[in-house]
Each structure stands twice: as structure tokens, then as C-alpha cells.
């Protein structure tokens, strides 16, 4: 048993553990017992499967390949099949199909090098459903026969594609061909006893047998994963009493250089460590009550509901607030940095700023705009953007969501969306009418930003609604859908141009043609190398151009944005932006999947 | 006389002198951190200590397209502020956890290494990023170290608070990231602060308590306390895992059978409730009281430590349950019953408003609050459209989990359980009581029990069984580190 593990660790464990079922397979006879002890596990994928929702987790094997592998399972479970109880490692097998599927599905994303072992994990999850299933079954046709051939077959197509894979990723090389060799011992007589007749849709309920899991991935043991206890007598109890008054204050940071020996932290010490206290303990009295001073603020704005009512009403119930708790323990408690306040250390330019470079570097494009922020904002910390992004940023554009779509918003649809589109325009290459949806919602969503800022300067949600019902009110056909792509792959490179007008011509020269969306997509990312470089210096001056067509030109302002959202129609733009969880002619992109497992698992 | 007392400890009423075993547990059970004016006419509230770093531990961010997001911290917060339960606990900002501290648990290299790498270096330390297991579910971020130490620390403070009987009830919804192990980082946790915690409760208290109701396996907690390595003089000191979570279908991590009981000495001390889709309130929490209160009944904690994942709830994006909000906090209810020192911690959750709802009405458990449905104008109400309520619908789910599915784990726990109470060697009655820091008077001392100060003061207390040798053993410790 060798094992190739690139980990210290795991190797540790692996063979740690190994040694250790081993000899206690020594005196078990019973063979099938001695696998479901021994057969360590399965992949387990990461545990982000996808932008996933916990369906997703299914198959998406893609991390574990350091601790163990699953691709080996089946070959074991032919080993066991054909009486051969000692484990057997091979470098291929028909599972391993599975898994380099998923990872070509990622690696092909067109997204980033960077993204490549993240995005692995989102594999589709029909396909995923559909080549274990397929695997599965072929074990499960006769499971006493053949099993040679099948694993050379295995063997032989996946050393193929590992190679290529290996090589074509930094990602799939470093994590698994490195570390391909794993052992999955499973159940040899499990498919023939249990699975086999099992018509499922779901592959767990293949491993029926309640506890017999398919593979089992055992617990590391050594000093290299189990905790060391604290020494009885190694707390130094002299003066490490506090009173309860007495809100402890961190002491003077010991500067504690990390040393390997001396890892045992003076318990004198450390008991002073017990916090700031911000909030003291009430008294008894308080807190034998049962009122909570709560009240939802009654609400007499003409305008009700309106972003500007719910503002004031969240700024009224945060002065309350503040008026209750003190100024030091409100701003201690992070509310300095909670919420639209955070603007006010924000000037107006940097705002729009921000905007733009969220804007402008959507994930679907491949692009992270976490990379562009600190070079565009460079006095500004990591953390001041990212509270910036989601307590301003976020929450204005929620707000829009709210009102456009409020049944469907998606909790976690900030970046989630926009990389997912990336995915899903890259996965669904080969159909022209699923895509488009997917890469409107890109559209979609900078429209909605910039929906967002009118309706911030104007304060009405009326205005904002109203440009949208000006757009293209109709449901757009695939061809006007197509149309807007290349709108905005020309957004990207006219951008740079910042010549809105330009923009707007080329907009109506492609307007009626219907170039593959293939085509435009390449289109777009070959536009993005050149944008990357210039999208820097143009932005300013392209931010303001478009704002002043926003705001100023009333008509331009107008057919402007209905190019932008030409596809604003709102039932449309809902049906993509934000739910697609009825739509059946999306079901093949994966984040709907995603979705719609995520809302409603077992629905489909 | 038992309980041998040596240190002076404000406010403690228990241990007075002498008691018995069986007295102690008692007391135990019933021990409440002892305000000092105890009020005859009101029922006695718990002081609950609440963790948050309000100013930092939200903001950092795991990445475009990262499904954990610590920005649902800042909303959980906010959520508890606007509901106005400050006013009912007691709000720390935890300290920063130094390297030291993490490295009661984790390596000192790896610590180091968390310490030392940043997103603009990592680039040079390929081989460390995939030996620490780092990069993919596990990010290198800015201020990495950072929010580890914050949440860390939040978990630690709320331990020393617990052990210091500073509080009944510690909060520390930062907490909770059961999957960091040893030396390696695992499914978006770096630091285990759950490990951590609990060793700091080790320091006074014999037997700790973990539950995990996360979706996923509690795997780097149930490893580090697989078994316990060290050969007590005394007695076992066996952390007890439990962890309800979704087993099977590869699901992340994918350890946690009900097969997995431990090893050597901690056979029989890890417990594992492996679920199936969809399981739905009903079936969850019958399971989850009957097997808990089965294992406190066995087990005899003097400390409960709850990892409160919010992912088992219905609709999360990595979840595949069908727990609602009241469902989920029912079982930290049922925890909260036992009566014993309690540190609750957050965990996955990946739906943002549904963890901030759930922490927020747990909060409300925990502190006795009925919490109304409307959710209160805050900065972030915006998220909690379109209902603005705290209450989520179920998911439409099938529960894959049947009757007799159920019923057989529940069977197979309960066997392990009875195991522990006949096996040789780690009998109960060789426990000691669970709790270490007794009143120390020396009026009242017992003279034969009667010890130098110096010794005194290095000293804890356990049972007179094993005084003559535990005595010896100590003073050889005042050697030690």
C-alpha cells in the first residue's frame, strides 16, 4: 500500500488508520464486516459544492482527493466481488470518469485559473446524477463477472484523461494526480445483496443498508490529530479570579512568539483574557422581565414602502438606538459600522466609483472586482470595502429587488449570481436559447445598480419602475436576447471608448443580427483582455457619461436604458433574474438547478 | 470528605466543605452561576454572556462566489440589538485568541503558517497550501489570521467565563467552525475554536459535552477527542461528541456513521446521528431529545458546549434538511433545560437572513424572550424581505428519513450509550464531580484535608479515592510548564 499523499498529514492518518484496521481485520473473518470497517471512504466533495445548494453536494466530488479518493471503490468492490479480499490499488476505474468529468466541466468553465478548483465544484448536477447512476448500474449488471474488464476499460480511458487533465490544470494536477492513489476498499457483496434491484433516483438509497455506508471514511488517529488535554495543575489559579464587576479588560498582549515547544499557554495569563465588556449585566430586576421594548414603528409616509420611508425609518429606529445604549456603547457594539452610515466615510465620487468597478468587473466575465477595488481605492483597507459592499452596496440593491421582485429575491444573490451566469454560459455553449437568460441576467443585474443609484438620487421608486416598463416591454425572443449579449460584450469595449453614443450605434447595427452566442461570448472575453488593461482610465470619464445620459437627457435617458434593460420587462426579467425555478426550458443551466434544489429538493 | 477544596473562589457557594459524590453531581446539575444578591421572589435568571466583535469579525470576506459569508454575523448582531436583547445579557467583545492560545489545539506550525500567509504571498507557499489543506473551500483572505483570532478568542473568553462561573449561558455566534483540524484547515474553518473552548472547559471541568446540530458532521471536534491519549492517574477524561447531521451521498465531510464510536479509551464516547435529506422538524427533534437527554442522563456533563449550525435549516444552500427556525431552536430549548453551564456557538449557515433569523430567536431561547414575529426596522431590514418576519415556512420536502431509519440509529446510539455505563474502567463512579474550583474557606476546611497555600493554589480538587496519589502527582506538577 503506497500512498502518494502530497500531505503530511494525511498521509499520517491514512496510514496511521490503516495499520491500524488492518490489524484488526487480522481477526475478523467475516469478510463483509471486515470491509465496512476497513473501506475508508469515498470522495467527499468540498464542501461548497457549487454556488450549491446542498443537492449539490451530491457527486461534485472535487477536494478530497488528498485524504482518499473514491475512484477506487468500484475497483475494490470487484476485487471483493471476485473473492479476492485484499485490497487492490489502481490508478483508474470507471468512478474516476465521473470524477474527471466534473473537473473538465470546471476546468472548462472559462473562468479564471483562479477560479478553476472552485468552480469544479459546481458541476452540473444532472450530468453528475446521470454518469454515477450509469456507473453505478454497470456495477450493479453482474456484479460477479467481468469485473476485470471493466476496470481495465476503466483504467485505460481514465489514464487517458488524467493525463490531460493533469496537464491542463494546475488545480487537477496538484490535487490529484499527485495524489491519485487512494484506497476505497467497499463492500463486495453490496451491490449484488442490496442495490441491485433498487430502482432509486437517489444513489444513497443504493446503500440502503442503514449503516453499511458505501465508503467509509474512518478517523484519523495520532498525536498528529487528537487534541493534547491540559495538564491537570498546569492552571496557575493564584489570581485568576475576576470579579464579576470588574469587565475585564484584554491584558497587555503577551508578545507571544509562537514557539513549537512551548505551545502551553500560561494559565495565569490566559484566564485574564475573558473579553471587553461592552454591555454589563443588567440587574436582576431587568432581567426577570419579560418586555422587550420593542415596537415596530408605526408608518405615516405618503410615500409608504418607499426606499426613502424605509430609510428613515430604519435611521429613526437607529437613532432610538443610539439614545438608548450611549453613544460609546453603540458605536462599540458596531453600529459605526453597520448599515447606510457606513457611506458617510465615503465621498459621493468614490461611491460611484465603486459602483463602476463592481460593475464593470462582473465574476460572469471572469473577472473578480475584489482584485480591482484596492487598486482603485487604494487608502482604502480590505475591510472598508467589504463593509462598503455589503452594507451599502448590497443593501441598496436589495432594496431595488424588494420592490421588482420581491417573491423572489434570493438571499444570497449578491456575487452568487453574476459568477453563476459566468457558468452557465460557458456550460451551456451548445444551446442558444437557454443561454442568453443566463448572460441577461448580467444585464439584468447592472441595470438593477444602476436603477439602484436613480432611484437613490431620486429618492422614487415610481421613476425607477417606470424605466423599466419603458424598455422593451415585450418578451424578448431569443434573437432580441441575443441582441442584448452582444450589447453587452459591446458595453465592455465601448466602455473603454467611453463613447456612449458609439455604443448606442453599434448597439442598432447588431440590433438584428443574430450572431451564435457562442460567438458573442468569445466576443465578450476577448473584449474583457483588452477592456482590463483600459478600464481603469476610462472608467471615470464612462461613469459620468453614463450617468449624465441617466440623468440629464430624459429621451436618451430613457432609450438608453432600455437598451440597457432590454430585457426590463419585469415578468421576464424576474422569470431570470431572480427565480427561473418555473421556468422548465432553463432546467439545464446549472445555477437554476442549484436553485431550485436549493428551494424545492425534491421536487424535480 | 470528598471534595477536597483549595482555592478561594468569589461567589461560589457550592462544595461547601465536604460532600459527597453523588452530592456533587447533584449540585452540578442544578449549579448556576451564583449572583451575589440571589432573589428569593424572582425565579433565578441566567446570566448570559453574549461574544461579538462588533467592529471587525464581519468584514471579511471568503471570496466571489464563497458560499460562507461572515457578513451574516454583522446581521445576526444587528438582528439581537434590534430585537432589544441587550438588554437582557451581558455584551464582550472578546479578546483577540494569540497564536499561543490556538496552539493549545492546532500545531504550532500550521498556526504559524495562518499567522504568516496572506493572499498576496500565498503564491510562494504552494506546498504549505495543500499540505494546511488551504486555497479552495479554504481560502487565504485578507485579515485571515485575523478573524480567526477574533472568532477564537470569542469562543475561548465564553469557556473562561463558563469556567470562572462568570455567566451560565455564553453566546458566541462567531463560533463554531467544527471542521478545522489539527494541522489543516477543512470546509471554510481554519481554527477550531470549538476545541479550543473545550479544552479551556477541561481545565475545570471532567466531563464536557459537545452536541452539533450542524448539517454537517462535527468531524474536527469528534477527531480531536476521538480518544483521549493521556493516561489519567485519575480518572477519564473523556470529551463526549454528539453530532446530528446529514450522512451519505458524499456529502461534506464525509465522516460521521453511526459506526464511528470512538477509540480506545474514548470508545463508546463519540456519537454519531447520521441523517438522510429532508428530515423534518418532528422527526429531528424527537431523535435529538431522545438521545441527548439519554446522554446527559449516562454521560453526567458538567458542561455543555451546543454548536448551533444553522445550515440544517430548510432552505439553506448547502443544507439538505427541512428544520424550521422553531424546530432548530427547540433543540437548544431542550439543551438549555438541563440546567448546566451552556456555551452555545454558531456554525455553517449559508443562507444569510435564515442564520441571522435563527441565531437571533436562539438568542431569544436562551435569554427567555418571546420574540415577535415582525422583525424590527434595523440597517439590515431589507434583507428580510419580503416577509420581514422571523419565522421561515419549511421547505417542500420529501423526509428520506424513515420511521424505521430513525428508529434503528436511534437504537444503535442508545446501545453505545449503555455500553459506556458497563465498561470496565470508565465507570461513572470513578468520575469525578464535574466541578473543579470549590469554595475554599479554611475555617471550614477539614484539618486533615488542610494543605500548604503553595500547594493549594496549584491544586483542584477531585476525589478522596485518589487523594493519597493524586497528592503526590502534584506536587510533582508544580514542576511542570
Same mark, same amino acid.
Given at each position: 500500500?503506497?500512498?502518494?499523499?502530497?500531505k503530511?498529514?494525511?498521509?499520517?492518518?491514512?496510514?496511521?488508520?490503516?495499520?491500524?484496521?488492518?490489524?484488526?481485520?487480522?481477526?475478523?473473518d467475516?469478510?463483509?464486516a471486515?470491509?465496512?470497517?476497513?473501506?475508508?471512504?469515498?470522495?467527499?466533495?468540498?464542501?461548497?459544492?457549487?454556488?450549491?445548494?446542498?443537492?449539490?453536494?451530491?457527486?461534485?466530488?472535487?477536494?478530497?482527493?488528498?485524504?482518499?479518493?473514491?475512484?477506487?471503490?468500484?475497483d475494490?468492490?470487484?476485487?471483493?466481488?471476485?473473492?479476492?479480499?485484499s485490497?487492490?490499488?489502481?490508478?483508474?476505474?470507471?468512478?474516476?470518469?465521473?470524477?474527471?468529468d466534473?473537473?473538465?466541466?470546471?476546468?472548462?468553465?472559462?473562468?479564471?485559473?483562479?477560479?478553476?478548483?472552485?468552480?469544479?465544484?459546481?458541476?452540473?448536477?444532472n450530468?453528475?446524477?446521470?454518469?454515477?447512476?450509469?456507473?453505478?448500474?454497470?456495477?450493479?449488471?453482474?456484479?460477479?463477472?467481468g469485473?476485470?474488464d471493466?476496470?481495465?476499460?476503466?483504467?485505460?480511458?481514465?489514464?487517458?484523461?488524467?493525463?490531460?487533465?493533469?496537464?491542463?490544470?494546475?488545480?487537477f494536477?496538484?490535487?490529484?494526480?499527485?495524489?491519485?492513489?487512494?484506497?476505497?476498499?467497499s463492500?463486495?457483496?453490496?451491490?449484488?445483496?442490496?442495490?441491485?434491484a433498487?430502482?432509486?433516483?437517489?444513489?444513497?438509497d443504493?446503500?440502503?443498508?442503514?449503516?453499511?455506508?458505501?465508503?467509509?471514511?474512518?478517523?484519523?488517529?495520532?498525536?498528529?490529530?487528537?487534541?493534547?488535554?491540559?495538564?491537570?495543575?498546569?492552571?496557575?489559579?493564584?489570581?485568576?479570579?475576576?470579579?464579576?464587576?470588574?469587565?475585564?479588560?484584554?491584558?497587555?498582549?503577551v508578545?507571544?512568539?509562537?514557539?513549537?515547544?512551548?505551545?502551553?499557554?500560561?494559565?495565569?495569563?490566559?484566564?485574564?483574557?475573558?473579553?471587553?465588556?461592552?454591555?454589563?449585566?443588567?440587574?436582576?430586576?431587568?432581567?426577570?422581565?419579560?418586555?422587550?421594548?420593542?415596537?415596530?414603528?408605526?408608518?405615516?409616509?405618503l410615500?409608504?414602502?418607499?426606499?426613502?420611508?424605509?430609510?428613515?425609518?430604519?435611521?429613526?429606529?437607529?437613532?432610538?438606538?443610539?439614545?438608548?445604549?450611549?453613544?460609546?456603547?453603540?458605536?462599540?457594539?458596531?453600529?459605526?459600522?453597520?448599515?447606510?452610515v457606513?457611506?458617510?466615510?465615503?465621498?459621493?465620487?468614490?461611491?460611484?466609483?465603486?459602483?463602476?468597478?463592481?460593475?464593470?468587473?462582473?465574476?460572469?466575465?471572469?473577472?473578480?472586482?475584489?482584485?480591482?477595488?484596492?487598486?482603485?481605492?487604494?487608502?482604502?483597507?480590505?475591510?472598508?470595502?467589504?463593509?462598503?459592499?455589503?452594507?451599502?452596496?448590497?443593501?441598496?440593491?436589495r432594496?431595488?429587488?424588494?420592490?421588482?421582485?420581491?417573491l423572489?429575491?434570493?438571499?444570497?444573490?449578491?456575487?452568487?449570481?453574476?459568477?453563476?451566469?459566468?457558468?452557465?454560459?460557458?456550460?451551456?455553449?451548445?444551446?442558444?436559447?437557454?443561454?442568453?437568460?443566463?448572460?441577461?441576467?448580467?444585464?439584468?443585474?447592472?441595470?438593477?445598480?444602476?436603477e439602484?443609484?436613480?432611484?437613490?438620487?431620486?429618492?422614487?421608486?415610481?421613476?425607477?419602475?417606470?424605466?423599466?416598463?419603458?424598455?422593451?416591454?415585450?418578451?424578448?425572443?431569443?434573437?432580441?436576447?441575443?441582441?442584448?449579449?452582444?450589447?453587452?460584450?459591446?458595453?465592455?469595449?465601448?466602455?473603454?471608448?467611453s463613447?456612449?453614443?458609439?455604443?448606442?450605434?453599434?448597439?442598432?447595427i447588431?440590433?438584428?443580427?443574430?450572431?451564435?452566442?457562442?460567438?458573442?461570448?468569445?466576443?465578450?472575453?476577448s473584449?474583457d483582455?483588452?477592456?482590463?488593461?483600459?478600464?481603469?482610465?476610462?472608467?471615470?470619464?464612462?461613469?459620468?457619461?453614463?450617468?449624465?445620459?441617466?440623468?440629464?437627457?430624459?429621451?436618451?435617458?430613457?432609450?438608453?436604458?432600455?437598451?440597457?434593460d432590454?430585457?426590463?420587462?419585469?415578468?421576464?426579467?424576474?422569470?431570470?433574474?431572480?427565480?427561473?425555478?418555473?421556468?422548465?426550458?432553463?432546467?439545464?443551466?446549472?445555477?437554476?438547478?442549484?436553485?431550485?434544489?436549493?428551494?424545492?429538493?425534491?421536487?424535480? | 470528605?470528598?471534595?477536597?477544596?483549595?482555592?478561594?473562589?468569589?461567589?461560589s457557594?457550592?462544595?461547601?466543605?465536604?460532600?459527597?459524590?453523588l452530592?456533587?453531581r447533584?449540585i452540578?446539575?442544578?449549579?448556576?452561576?451564583?449572583?451575589?444578591?440571589?432573589s428569593?421572589?424572582m425565579?433565578?435568571?441566567?446570566?448570559?454572556?453574549?461574544?461579538?466583535?462588533?467592529?471587525?469579525?464581519?468584514?471579511?470576506?471568503?471570496?466571489?462566489?464563497?458560499p460562507?459569508?461572515?457578513?451574516?454575523l454583522?446581521?445576526?448582531?444587528h438582528?439581537? &440589538?434590534? $430585537?432589544?436583547?441587550y438588554?437582557?445579557?451581558?455584551?464582550?467583545?472578546? %479578546?483577540?485568541?494569540?497564536? *499561543? /492560545?490556538? =496552539?493549545?489545539?492546532?500545531?504550532?506550525?500550521?498556526?504559524?503558517?495562518?499567522?504568516?500567509?496572506?493572499?498576496?504571498?500565498?503564491?510562494l507557499?504552494a506546498?504549505?497550501?495543500?499540505?494546511?489543506?488551504?486555497?479552495?473551500?479554504?481560502?487565504?483572505?485578507?485579515?485571515?489570521?485575523?478573524?480567526?483570532?477574533?472568532?477564537?478568542?470569542?469562543?475561548?473568553?465564553?469557556?473562561?467565563r463558563?469556567?470562572?462561573?462568570?455567566?451560565?449561558?455564553?453566546?458566541?455566534?462567531?463560533?463554531?467552525?467544527?471542521?478545522?483540524?489539527?494541522?489543516a484547515?477543512?470546509?471554510?474553518?481554519?481554527?477550531?475554536?470549538?476545541v479550543?473552548?473545550?479544552?479551556?472547559? &477541561?481545565? $475545570?471541568?471532567?466531563?464536557?459535552?459537545?452536541?452539533?446540530?450542524?448539517? %454537517?458532521?462535527?468531524?474536527? *471536534? /469528534?477527531? =480531536?477527542?476521538?480518544f483521549?491519549?493521556?493516561?489519567?492517574?485519575?480518572?477519564?477524561?473523556?470529551v463526549?461528541?454528539?453530532?446530528?447531521?446529514?450522512?451519505?451521498?458524499?456529502f461534506?465531510?464525509?465522516?460521521?456513521?453511526?459506526?464511528?464510536i470512538g477509540?480506545?479509551?474514548?470508545?463508546?464516547?463519540a456519537?454519531?446521528?447520521p441523517l438522510?435529506?429532508?428530515?423534518?422538524?418532528?422527526?429531528?427533534?424527537?431523535?435529538?431529545?431522545?438521545?441527548?437527554?439519554?446522554?446527559?442522563?449516562?454521560?453526567?456533563?458538567?458542561?455543555i458546549?451546543?454548536?448551533?449550525?444553522?445550515?440544517?435549516?430548510?432552505?439553506?444552500?448547502?443544507?439538505?434538511?427541512? &428544520?424550521?427556525?422553531?424546530g432548530?431552536?427547540?433543540?437548544?430549548?431542550?439543551?438549555?433545560?438541563?440546567?448546566?453551564?451552556?456555551?452555545?456557538?454558531g456554525?455553517?449557515?449559508?443562507?444569510?437572513?435564515?442564520?441571522?433569523?435563527?441565531?437571533?430567536?436562539?438568542?431569544?431561547?436562551?435569554?427567555?424572550?418571546?420574540?415577535?414575529?415582525?422583525?424590527?426596522?434595523?440597517?439590515?431590514?431589507?434583507?428580510?424581505?419580503?416577509?420581514?418576519?422571523?419565522k421561515?415556512?419549511?421547505?417542500?420536502?420529501?423526509?428520506?428519513n424513515?420511521?424505521?431509519?430513525?428508529?434503528?440509529?436511534?437504537?444503535?446510539?442508545?446501545?453505545?450509550?449503555?455500553?459506556?455505563?458497563?465498561?470496565?474502567?470508565?465507570?461513572?463512579?470513578?468520575?469525578?464531580?464535574?466541578?473543579?474550583?470549590?469554595?475554599?474557606?479554611?475555617?471550614?476546611?477539614?484539618?486533615?484535608?488542610?494543605?500548604?497555600?503553595?500547594?493549594?493554589?496549584?491544586?483542584?480538587?477531585?476525589?478522596?479515592?485518589?487523594?493519597?496519589?493524586?497528592?503526590?502527582?502534584?506536587?510533582?506538577?508544580?514542576?511542570?510548564?
Amino acid at each position: 500500500m503506497v500512498f502518494n499523499h502530497s500531505k503530511q498529514s494525511s498521509a499520517d492518518h491514512t496510514s496511521d488508520r490503516f495499520a491500524y484496521e488492518r490489524a484488526r481485520h487480522l481477526a475478523s473473518d467475516d469478510q463483509l464486516a471486515q470491509y465496512a470497517e476497513d473501506s475508508p471512504s469515498l470522495a467527499i466533495p468540498a464542501k461548497s459544492p457549487a454556488s450549491g445548494k446542498g443537492k449539490k453536494d451530491f457527486l461534485s466530488c472535487h477536494k478530497d482527493f488528498e485524504n482518499e479518493t473514491a475512484d477506487h471503490s468500484y475497483d475494490n468492490s470487484h476485487n471483493g466481488l471476485s473473492g479476492n479480499p485484499s485490497l487492490s490499488w489502481v490508478t483508474g476505474n470507471t468512478s474516476m470518469d465521473i470524477w474527471l468529468d466534473n473537473g473538465k466541466r470546471s476546468l472548462c468553465d472559462g473562468e479564471t485559473c483562479e477560479h478553476g478548483s472552485k468552480r469544479s465544484k459546481q458541476a452540473d448536477q444532472n450530468l453528475q446524477l446521470c454518469s454515477s447512476k450509469i456507473c453505478i448500474s454497470a456495477f450493479e449488471e453482474s456484479p460477479s463477472v467481468g469485473s476485470e474488464d471493466r476496470k481495465d476499460r476503466g483504467t485505460a480511458a481514465v489514464a487517458g484523461d488524467l493525463v490531460n487533465q493533469a496537464t491542463s490544470s494546475n488545480w487537477f494536477s496538484r490535487e490529484s494526480a499527485l495524489d491519485s492513489p487512494i484506497r476505497i476498499p467497499s463492500y463486495p457483496s453490496y451491490y449484488g445483496d442490496t442495490c441491485q434491484a433498487t430502482e432509486s433516483d437517489q444513489v444513497e438509497d443504493r446503500y440502503s443498508p442503514v449503516f453499511d455506508y458505501h465508503g467509509r471514511k474512518h478517523v484519523p488517529i495520532g498525536a498528529n490529530h487528537q487534541a493534547d488535554l491540559p495538564e491537570w495543575g498546569s492552571q496557575d489559579f493564584k489570581n485568576h479570579i475576576r470579579d464579576n464587576d470588574v469587565c475585564a479588560s484584554p491584558m497587555t498582549p503577551v508578545t507571544t512568539s509562537l514557539s513549537c515547544d512551548n505551545v502551553v499557554i500560561d494559565g495565569d495569563d490566559g484566564d485574564k483574557w475573558v473579553g471587553t465588556c461592552v454591555i454589563p449585566m443588567p440587574d436582576s430586576a431587568v432581567l426577570a422581565s419579560d418586555v422587550l421594548a420593542y415596537h415596530k414603528m408605526e408608518c405615516s409616509c405618503l410615500d409608504a414602502g418607499s426606499i426613502r420611508c424605509v430609510r428613515q425609518h430604519v435611521m429613526q429606529a437607529r437613532q432610538k438606538l443610539k439614545q438608548k445604549l450611549g453613544h460609546k456603547t453603540f458605536l462599540e457594539l458596531g453600529f459605526g459600522n453597520m448599515g447606510e452610515v457606513v457611506t458617510e466615510k465615503w465621498t459621493e465620487e468614490e461611491e460611484q466609483l465603486f459602483y463602476e468597478v463592481v460593475l464593470l468587473n462582473p465574476a460572469s466575465l471572469g473577472k473578480n472586482f475584489w482584485k480591482k477595488l484596492p487598486q482603485v481605492f487604494p487608502t482604502r483597507s480590505s475591510k472598508e470595502l467589504i463593509s462598503y459592499y455589503f452594507n451599502v452596496f448590497m443593501l441598496r440593491k436589495r432594496a431595488e429587488q424588494n420592490r421588482l421582485d420581491p417573491l423572489h429575491v434570493d438571499s444570497d444573490d449578491d456575487e452568487w449570481q453574476e459568477s453563476d451566469d459566468g457558468e452557465s454560459s460557458t456550460e451551456e455553449e451548445d444551446s442558444v436559447v437557454e443561454s442568453p437568460p443566463a448572460d441577461q441576467d448580467v444585464a439584468g443585474e447592472e441595470d438593477d445598480l444602476e436603477e439602484a443609484e436613480i432611484a437613490e438620487e431620486d429618492d422614487d421608486v415610481e421613476d425607477c419602475v417606470y424605466y423599466h416598463l419603458s424598455g422593451y416591454n415585450e418578451k424578448q425572443p431569443s434573437g432580441d436576447i441575443n441582441r442584448h449579449i452582444v450589447g453587452e460584450s459591446t458595453l465592455h469595449s465601448s466602455m473603454t471608448a467611453s463613447n456612449l453614443h458609439h455604443f448606442m450605434e453599434e448597439h442598432d447595427i447588431q440590433d438584428d443580427s443574430c450572431t451564435s452566442y457562442e460567438g458573442q461570448h468569445n466576443g465578450v472575453v476577448s473584449c474583457d483582455a483588452v477592456d482590463i488593461s483600459d478600464l481603469h482610465h476610462g472608467l471615470i470619464e464612462d461613469h459620468e457619461n453614463l450617468h449624465n445620459e441617466h440623468r440629464n437627457d430624459g429621451l436618451s435617458g430613457l432609450a438608453d436604458y432600455g437598451f440597457f434593460d432590454g430585457h426590463s420587462d419585469l415578468k421576464s426579467w424576474d422569470m431570470r433574474y431572480s427565480c427561473g425555478t418555473e421556468k422548465d426550458d432553463f432546467f439545464s443551466t446549472c445555477n437554476v438547478i442549484e436553485e431550485v434544489f436549493g428551494k424545492e429538493p425534491l421536487d424535480k | 470528605m470528598d471534595l477536597i477544596s483549595y482555592r478561594p473562589v468569589k461567589s461560589s457557594t457550592l462544595f461547601e466543605g465536604s460532600s459527597s459524590r453523588l452530592r456533587a453531581r447533584k449540585i452540578s446539575f442544578r449549579r448556576r452561576a451564583s449572583s451575589d444578591e440571589p432573589s428569593s421572589e424572582m425565579p433565578p435568571k441566567e446570566r448570559i454572556a453574549y461574544f461579538y466583535d462588533g467592529r471587525d469579525v464581519g468584514n471579511v470576506y471568503f471570496g466571489p462566489n464563497h458560499p460562507m459569508k461572515p457578513h451574516r454575523l454583522c446581521m445576526t448582531h444587528h438582528l439581537v &440589538l434590534s $430585537y432589544g436583547l441587550y438588554k437582557k445579557m451581558e455584551i464582550y467583545r472578546p %479578546h483577540k485568541a494569540y497564536p *499561543v /492560545e490556538l =496552539a493549545q489545539f492546532h500545531s504550532a506550525d500550521y498556526v504559524e503558517f495562518l499567522h504568516r500567509i496572506s493572499p498576496n504571498t500565498q503564491h510562494l507557499f504552494a506546498d504549505e497550501l495543500a499540505r494546511y489543506n488551504l486555497g479552495e473551500d479554504c481560502p487565504v483572505f485578507e485579515n485571515l489570521f485575523e478573524f480567526c483570532q477574533m472568532y477564537a478568542g470569542g469562543t475561548i473568553d465564553a469557556a473562561r467565563r463558563l469556567n470562572h462561573q462568570l455567566c451560565d449561558i455564553a453566546i458566541n455566534w462567531s463560533g463554531g467552525l467544527h471542521h478545522a483540524k489539527k494541522s489543516a484547515a477543512s470546509g471554510f474553518c481554519y481554527i477550531n475554536d470549538l476545541v479550543l473552548g473545550i479544552l479551556e472547559l &477541561l481545565k $475545570y471541568h471532567a466531563r464536557v459535552l459537545y452536541i452539533d446540530i450542524d448539517v %454537517h458532521h462535527g468531524d474536527g *471536534v /469528534e477527531e =480531536a477527542f476521538y480518544f483521549t491519549d493521556r493516561q489519567s492517574t485519575y480518572f477519564t477524561f473523556q470529551v463526549m461528541t454528539v453530532s446530528f447531521h446529514k450522512y451519505g451521498d458524499m456529502f461534506f465531510p464525509g465522516t460521521g456513521d453511526v459506526k464511528d464510536i470512538g477509540e480506545r479509551e474514548g470508545k463508546y464516547y463519540a456519537i454519531n446521528v447520521p441523517l438522510k435529506d429532508g428530515i423534518d422538524d418532528a422527526s429531528f427533534t424527537r431523535l435529538f431529545k431522545t438521545i441527548i437527554a439519554k446522554v446527559v442522563e449516562t454521560y453526567l456533563p458538567g458542561v455543555i458546549v451546543l454548536q448551533c449550525g444553522a445550515d440544517s435549516l430548510a432552505g439553506d444552500r448547502l443544507g439538505c434538511f427541512n &428544520l424550521s427556525i422553531e424546530g432548530h431552536s427547540e433543540c437548544v430549548k431542550f439543551v438549555k433545560k438541563f440546567n448546566l453551564p451552556l456555551l452555545v456557538t454558531g456554525g455553517g449557515g449559508y443562507t444569510k437572513e435564515n442564520v441571522a433569523r435563527c441565531w437571533t430567536v436562539e438568542t431569544g431561547v436562551l435569554l427567555d424572550a418571546d420574540l415577535p414575529n415582525e422583525i424590527p426596522e434595523n440597517e439590515y431590514i431589507k434583507y428580510f424581505a419580503p416577509d420581514y418576519t422571523l419565522k421561515i415556512p419549511n421547505g417542500n420536502m420529501e423526509n428520506l428519513n424513515s420511521k424505521s431509519y430513525l428508529s434503528t440509529i436511534k437504537v444503535q446510539v442508545l446501545e453505545s450509550l449503555r455500553c459506556i455505563q458497563h465498561a470496565p474502567g470508565v465507570q461513572m463512579q470513578e468520575v469525578p464531580p464535574d466541578f473543579y474550583i470549590p469554595e475554599f474557606d479554611e475555617d471550614e476546611q477539614n484539618p486533615d484535608e488542610r494543605v500548604d497555600q503553595h500547594t493549594t493554589d496549584k491544586q483542584i480538587q477531585r476525589d478522596d479515592e485518589y487523594y493519597e496519589g493524586d497528592n503526590d502527582n502534584d506536587h510533582n506538577m508544580e514542576d511542570g510548564p
